[in-house]
């Protein structure tokens, strides 16, 4: 890298270059004093350039000093995030405890009546008995509640946050300039890019760990469709409900929330099944369920276990979309216009 | 009732609406008189309201026609401020709305006004009673009471039975009578009809017309109807006013319009009307004479058309006008025949 010590040499600062250079190694090359031709010259990237100025930082002292800086800041971080958080852990914590402890003669009746009073169609209750007599069958019940439970956790926050949210991106749109962005990059974020800030802030063994992790995942179809179904609403019907003289706050619960409800209904279903996804990959940061049978299997190249909770997953996805689907197919039909 | 002059309810004064990037600025040009070509050309402003100066009586129907784009439904949104105006004044009893703020804005909409839409605009999530509902619900009235009251509007319009149905499982004749309901019972003593019947068949849109004049009637409510039907407006209206352009080219008694178009533009829409059926009596006679008359009197209330069928087509008879047992004039056949040719033939 001879080259670009000479142009520190020629602009003086060879001095100000070798400052730090007590400990330095010198290649074999410089050793050797090669000459390198100009078509040989790399890029003047940091390392290129802290081989010839040791000076200048390498690139992997600027993923250290991010690492230092997230270090740093993570004290008061947690301090503000912790309290915040911690409802989310306990939510978790109680609805994990209290549906795995309930037993199995009690707890699947109660879920078949809610699929009946959501769907009223025993077509669909009758596929979610077969499908709990299978899990109850290979002993996977205990790991389905699990991944059930914080599936049913993380949508119901999620659609408690997110439709306020998409409200405010729907009267809005300066809020709605601002939101869109983030959510663009909660959906094209992979999804195991979440998990490296949470696990610098949280205890690995911290539910509010996954439980964030999934609702930053799964909470964007429910706000972009709130956002679009409040959108969306007849304009013909908002005038009407502004020349009768209606408030704003008439107007978004008489009118643009049951108008807006099949597309919301649409988002909670899609947040319902990325909840379910995100809940598999967050077994990597201690969440309980069928993904840790899953990881069992990748880890210990166990391809039966592997298998079966594969399996199982695909099961849960399949009774979550059918219940949730012809809830709101019951709701569409309901307001036809 | 057209022989007392009628109170002013709403009087719009000097009301200007441009559409675009930079409204008010245009005022000035719009004070000098420039024209809604030249001014879209030159500054791609779109002029919808120019100098609108109008009067609408209390109790009567006050139709609003024009073609598409005249400006008509645009209009009637400033009365209830659904669109703002560029400037103007829209004195409702004397007071100017344009100074109200937004709760004495909300008051005036849920208390005074009502609207029946083109498109009908029902709640579809609605039962046909709730949607009649509406107007109680906003201001927040006992519910027994609004819908014993609501229950008999629908009953009024003939959607008895209907109550529970949704908008969807309805025809549009039925759904703009739950429309018609809906503002009816508000109470309001102002409605606004903006095209209520132009998404309607003939036949339906006949009845409703039908409908709405044997409603008005018993409410003397004062009604603002839109409409791009000559046929509508010369039906339902007290007052005739007809928009070109966003401008008022003639307004007055529908009879009189008809017999005196002021404008070319009249002219030509009146021109396709059957005149023996829309003119009265009371608009071709002679005032108080005291002729002599071969035959015994009519009302003056009858169209021409049931006059030449009284008269048997004879054109040399000739009848005492009466109006509530007064004579109030006389008329001859030939007259009759005089006022059927139109006007742009008669003047040529």
Redesign the interface.
Known sequence: MLSYENIFDSLGLREWCDESQANSLMSLSQLRGDKIEWWELPFPSLDNLHKACSAIPQTRDLTASLETGFLAVRPSLRLVLDPLTQPLSWALDYTLLFFTTMPWWALVPLILLVTQFVTKSSRITFLVAICFVFFLFIDHYTYAIQTLSIIFVCTVLCTLIGIPIGILMSKNDAAQRMITPVLDMLQTLPTFVYLIPLIFLFKITEPKLYGLAIMFYSIVPVIRLTNLGIRLV?K??I??A??????AR?RLV??EI??ALPNIMAGVNQTIMMSLAMVVIASLVSAPGLGTLVLDGINNLRLGVGFVAGFGIVVLAVILDRISKTALARIDE???? | MKTTSPNVKISIRKLFKVFGEDPVNILPLLYDGIDKAELQKSSGHVLALNNINIDIFDGLITVIMGLSGSGKSTLVRHMNRLIEPTSGKILMDGNDIMDYGEYELRQLRQNRMSMVFQKFALMPHQTVLENTLMAPIVRGENLEKATENGLRWLKRVDLEGSEQAYPHQLSGGMQQRVGLARALTSNAEIMLMDEAFSALDPLIRTSMQDLLLQLQQDLHKTIIHITHDLDEALKLADHLVILKDGFVVQQGEPQHILLKPSDPYIEEFVSDINRARVLKIRSVMKKGSRRKVSHGSVNANISLETLIAIAEGDTSRSYEVEDGGNTIGTISMQEVFQALVRYDIQHK
Not at chain 1, 242 to 247: F, I, K, Q
Request: proline share 5%; no cysteine; glycine share 4%.
């Open positions: 007849d013909n019907l005038e009407a502004d020349a009768y003289g209606m408030t008439q008489n009118v049951p108008l309901s307001r036809k216009i």
